[in-house]
């Protein structure tokens, strides 16, 4: 799918890094392409599905992560689980943020607040997407 998204933790409304370690556990095991001086990484997933990921991790932590070009299924199971891990959210433009948890909710922009809706699979945040 053509489309990006982005990841950001958010700590009483300000953007607020991430742990670097959660990045490196769920997607490096399936980076099969990676070109650091334009933070890039490929991954493949089980399912044969990939995704295009920009992140720099600096100092074991990330400040944000943009996911392109990415396939349902097993890459946005990936994604799902490393938000969950983390402590961030996924932002997809034109759609609610996707929480990991409930109580991410207080942590968000006020704008983001009333809308944002828990993801739990990739499954979910496919019926989110819908048809973008």
Do not use: N
Not at 19 to 48: K, M, N, T
Not at 63 to 68: C, G, K, P, R, V
Not at 72 to 98: C, E, H, N, S, W
């Amino acid at each position: 799918m053509s489309y990006d998204m982005f990841v950001q933790r958010f700590e009483q409304g300000d953007a607020a890094p991430m742990a670097g370690d959660a990045f490196l556990a769920v997607f490096a095991p399936r980076a099969d392409r990676r070109e650091p001086q334009h933070s890039y990484w490929h991954i493949s997933a089980d399912d044969g599905g990939t995704a295009d990921l920009y992140a720099t991790l600096a100092d074991d932590t990330l400040d944000s992560l943009m996911i392109s070009r990415f396939s349902v299924g097993a890459v946005l199971d990936l994604l799902v689980k490393f938000v969950g891990l983390a402590d961030a959210v996924v932002l997809p433009p034109g759609r609610p943020a996707l929480l990991a948890h409930e109580s991410q909710r207080c942590h968000l922009p006020e704008e983001l607040r009333a809308d944002a809706v828990v993801v739990q699979a990739g499954a979910d945040v496919e019926r989110i997407l819908g048809s973008c």
